[in-house]
């Protein structure tokens, strides 16, 4: 079991023409700054496998996140980085299920079913922000030939970084 927080702080400056807009109760703003600042708390559990033909175990994870910078003006419409409702306002905080997987081993080969983080060369988990993404689906990795690992999945749904459930 493992919990692990970091915070995320960025300042995003808009070049030339380009504005950041958010609305306020006087209506619609621009700003050619916006700031974002996170704290990231993940607790980690990942468990071995049964003593069996099959072994059987379980990755767990719980992700929070806490907005430290609060304000609208601030914030000017979020990013992919902070939670904003529809209004513009920012979200104090939020919470998922971060990793939620049953895995199998027989002999090189492991099989997970759930939510969890893959990392191939044709998709990967994104882990530089307060919290990490993840993807819902099954995966298959084999290692039984020596230097070379075939891995296979299917995923439908991802839970992005800066966001409580899941996209298609």
Known sequence: LT????????????????????????????SHSRTA??????????SGYTDSTVGVGADLSVYSAIALERSTAKAAG????????????????????GIAALKLR????QVKIGRQ??????????????LPSSFDGASLENASISGLTLKAG???HTSSRAAAGTDE
């Open 117 to 130: 983080q893959v990392d191939t060369p044709m998709m990967s988990f994104f882990d530089l922000r307060a």
């Open 106 to 109: 027989f002999a090189d080969t």
């Open 78 to 97: 979020g990013s992919n980085r902070l939670l904003v409702n529809q209004d513009g306002s920012v979200v104090d905080d939020w919470s998922k299920l």
């Open 154 to 156: 299917y995923f439908d």
């Open 37 to 46: 600042a996170v704290e990231g708390l993940k607790l980690d559990f990942r």
């Open 3 to 30: 919990l692990n927080t970091r915070t995320w702080f960025s300042k995003e400056m808009a070049s030339k023409n380009n504005l950041y807009r958010y609305n306020t109760k006087d209506g619609p703003q621009t």
